[in-house]
């Protein structure tokens, strides 16, 4: 395992330590380790980090969308609305940090969502705006209602969501139902373009859906489900290679798919991931959702797992071109092994639980791999069959050919621009298997982050993550250090409660693509 030098004073061999107790659990017959108990150090160390980016944020940033922590600066590429704090408001609060909830809270209410002179992504803002408020909302009126020490300004947290959504459900007006993902306020209109692609028209069902339940205001529901109904029944067939994996580019106008390119990857990726997070959010409801999951899981299984020629026992998914495969993924795609694990544990099948961990091992080593202990953005492979002419697959270049020897990937993107997923799937994995060293794993890599990408005022993304102290910084921290890696980090280590993944063995709450946990609407399952 790799190990990073900390700048926090915790002691990692100390750390490390935690006690097993073996009881039986609910998904299965047989007893396993159930750690799912605090590990206070680890966790205490977490809230530190999430303080300190916080503390910068607060102070060289608040109100704008993301720090620049080198330079103590800030940017406002999510449209000046203050998305970190947003962002950082659901894990403010599983943290339980009074203090900034509170200050959080006196924002809200503040962002004037009627006015933007910026580009507005549908989807971003989606994920993150409303994401951030729903998760807010749901947590404050829930098992967190003692942290809210202003009752008004929770029920201003609805409002809010329901304003925000108000001003962009302009986007589903066209003609087929399929949203427009690039919009302008005042006047109210859209970029312009004639197509959008998978992810940004399949992750936004989950808040458009819980904005219509808390609100009673069952438009949001539908728009949102009659955008997504086009990405259940897809055509032209020729769009789906394989049952249930299907092209990334959906044509606004008509409804159908414009290619057969794609995989769990950016631009694809939380598709896949709200169709079985649909269901967990109500099992009567989005059955057919569960289904289309099923067949996409079961296609990738059989077609698009792969095996480096160097290391054959790892397990990564291949991107595909109709039914070519390209032997390419990335740090986003590194979220599927939890999918996986998600599915099984819901669906009670342990066939997808195995393949997810798979997974979960081989990006693991993309980690364990690199100088700094951090993943790289994307990467590539080769397996035994593949053809060295082959220009989609091609070799690695000979500066990296001993490195694709022993780790079984070569880098195409050295950055790190803080993102979460390799942590995520750690966490599912985990909540499923209790088993000690997926802990490990997030310890490991959240030392990493923590040592190389912390730097003047907050955390800043790095250059080269196969190089000594990452190569560099850029002057960046993305909201979502907040939402996702932080939060991940650490309810890996925090004890048991209503919104974790297998909470009693059952999922009381669900996490949209930004970590934010929503009230489930149906039987927890």
């Given at each position: 395992?790799?190990?990073?030098?900390s700048?926090?004073a915790?002691?990692?061999l100390?750390?490390?330590?935690?006690?097993?107790?073996?009881i039986?659990?609910?998904?299965?017959?047989?007893?396993?380790?159930?750690?799912?108990?605090l590990?206070?150090?680890?966790?205490?160390?977490?809230?530190?980090?999430?303080?300190?980016a916080?503390?910068?944020?607060?102070?060289?940033?608040?109100?704008?969308?993301e720090?620049?922590?080198?330079?103590?600066?800030?940017?406002?590429?999510?449209?000046?609305?203050?998305a970190?704090?947003?962002?950082?408001?659901?894990?403010?609060?599983?943290?339980?940090?009074?203090?900034?909830?509170?200050?959080?809270?006196?924002?809200?209410?503040?962002?004037?969502?009627?006015?933007?002179?910026?580009?507005?992504?549908?989807?971003?803002?989606?994920?993150?705006?409303?994401?951030?408020?729903?998760?807010?909302?749901?947590?404050?009126?829930?098992?967190?209602?003692?942290?809210a020490?202003?009752a008004?300004a929770?029920?201003?947290?609805?409002?809010?969501?329901?304003?925000?959504?108000?001003?962009?459900?302009?986007?589903?007006?066209?003609?087929s139902?399929?949203?427009?993902?690039?919009?302008?306020?005042?006047?109210?209109?859209?970029?312009?373009?004639?197509?959008?692609?998978?992810?940004?028209?399949?992750?936004?069902?989950?808040?458009?859906?819980r904005?219509?339940?808390?609100?009673?205001n069952?438009?949001f529901?539908?728009?949102?489900?009659?955008?997504?109904s086009?990405?259940?029944?897809?055509?032209?067939?020729?769009?789906?290679?394989?049952?249930?994996?299907?092209?990334?580019?959906?044509?606004?106008?008509?409804?159908?798919?414009?290619?057969?390119?794609?995989?769990?990857?950016?631009?694809?990726?939380?598709?896949y991931?709200?169709?079985?997070?649909?269901?967990?959010?109500?099992?009567?409801?989005?059955?057919?959702?569960?289904?289309?999951?099923?067949?996409?899981?079961?296609?990738?299984?059989?077609?698009?797992a792969?095996?480096?020629?160097?290391?054959?026992?790892?397990?990564?998914?291949?991107?595909?071109?109709?039914k070519?495969?390209?032997?390419?993924?990335?740090?986003?795609?590194?979220f599927?092994?939890?999918?996986?694990?998600?599915?099984?544990l819901?669906?009670k099948?342990?066939?997808?639980?195995?393949?997810?961990?798979?997974?979960?091992?081989?990006?693991?080593?993309?980690?364990s791999s690199?100088?700094?202990?951090?993943?790289?953005?994307?990467?590539?492979?080769?397996?035994?069959?593949t053809?060295?002419?082959?220009?989609?697959?091609?070799?690695?270049?000979?500066?990296?050919?001993?490195?694709?020897?022993?780790?079984?990937?070569?880098?195409?993107?050295?950055?790190?621009?803080?993102?979460p997923?390799?942590?995520?799937?750690?966490?599912?994995?985990?909540?499923?298997?209790?088993d000690?060293?997926?802990?490990?794993?997030?310890?490991?890599?959240?030392?990493?982050?923590n040592s190389?990408?912390?730097?003047?005022?907050?955390?800043?993304?790095?250059?080269?993550?196969?190089?000594?102290?990452?190569?560099?910084?850029?002057?960046?921290q993305?909201?979502?250090?907040?939402?996702?890696?932080?939060?991940?980090?650490?309810?890996?280590?925090?004890?048991?409660?209503?919104?974790?993944?297998?909470?009693?063995?059952?999922?009381?709450?669900v996490?949209n693509t930004?970590?934010h946990?929503?009230?489930?609407?149906?039987?927890?399952?």
């Amino acid at each position: 395992m790799y190990f990073s030098q900390s700048i926090l004073a915790v002691p990692v061999l100390a750390l490390l330590a935690s006690n097993v107790v073996a009881i039986p659990h609910r998904r299965d017959t047989q007893s396993r380790p159930d750690n799912h108990t605090l590990n206070r150090e680890r966790a205490d160390a977490v809230k530190e980090a999430f303080t300190f980016a916080w503390d910068g944020y607060h102070k060289y940033a608040m109100g704008h969308d993301e720090l620049h922590p080198v330079s103590n600066g800030y940017g406002d590429s999510r449209n000046g609305w203050g998305a970190s704090a947003v962002d950082a408001f659901s894990t403010a609060l599983v943290m339980q940090i009074p203090e900034i909830v509170d200050t959080i809270l006196e924002y809200i209410p503040t962002i004037n969502f009627d006015e933007t002179a910026d580009e507005i992504s549908l989807f971003e803002t989606t994920i993150r705006y409303l994401g951030g408020l729903l998760s807010g909302y749901d947590l404050l009126k829930g098992p967190l209602s003692n942290l809210a020490s202003n009752a008004t300004a929770v029920e201003a947290i609805l409002a809010q969501a329901e304003r925000l959504g108000s001003n962009l459900a302009f986007a589903f007006d066209t003609e087929s139902g399929v949203p427009t993902n690039s919009l302008y306020f005042n006047p109210s209109r859209t970029g312009g373009g004639t197509t959008n692609g998978l992810a940004t028209t399949g992750t936004l069902v989950l808040e458009w859906t819980r904005l219509g339940d808390l609100t009673g205001n069952k438009t949001f529901s539908k728009l949102s489900q009659k955008g997504e109904s086009y990405l259940l029944a897809p055509k032209p067939a020729s769009s789906e290679p394989w049952p249930g994996l299907v092209g990334m580019n959906i044509n606004i106008k008509t409804g159908q798919f414009e290619d057969a390119f794609g995989g769990w990857v950016g631009g694809a990726d939380s598709f896949y991931e709200y169709l079985i997070k649909m269901y967990v959010y109500d099992t009567t409801r989005f059955e057919s959702y569960k289904d289309r999951w099923v067949a996409a899981a079961d296609s990738s299984i059989a077609q698009l797992a792969s095996h480096p020629s160097s290391r054959p026992e790892l397990t990564f998914m291949a991107m595909y071109d109709g039914k070519k495969l390209i032997y390419q993924s990335q740090h986003l795609a590194c979220f599927d092994g939890g999918s996986f694990i998600l599915g099984g544990l819901v669906l009670k099948e342990q066939k997808y639980i195995d393949f997810g961990i798979a997974l979960v091992d081989g990006c693991e080593d993309t980690y364990s791999s690199t100088v700094t202990g951090i993943g790289p953005e994307s990467f590539r492979w080769v397996t035994k069959d593949t053809d060295p002419k082959d220009s989609r697959n091609p070799q690695p270049p000979a500066d990296q050919a001993d490195f694709f020897a022993k780790s079984g990937f070569f880098i195409t993107d050295s950055s790190y621009v803080l993102r979460p997923e390799v942590i995520e799937s750690f966490y599912y994995a985990y909540r499923a298997t209790g088993d000690q060293k997926y802990r490990d794993w997030a310890w490991n890599a959240f030392v990493a982050i923590n040592s190389t990408a912390r730097t003047g005022s907050g955390f800043a993304e790095l250059k080269n993550v196969n190089a000594p102290k990452g190569g560099g910084f850029n002057d960046f921290q993305d909201s979502f250090l907040f939402a996702e890696v932080l939060k991940y980090s650490y309810l890996i280590h925090s004890p048991d409660n209503v919104w974790q993944v297998e909470h009693n063995g059952v999922n009381q709450f669900v996490f949209n693509t930004e970590a934010h946990p929503f009230k489930v609407a149906g039987p927890p399952i």
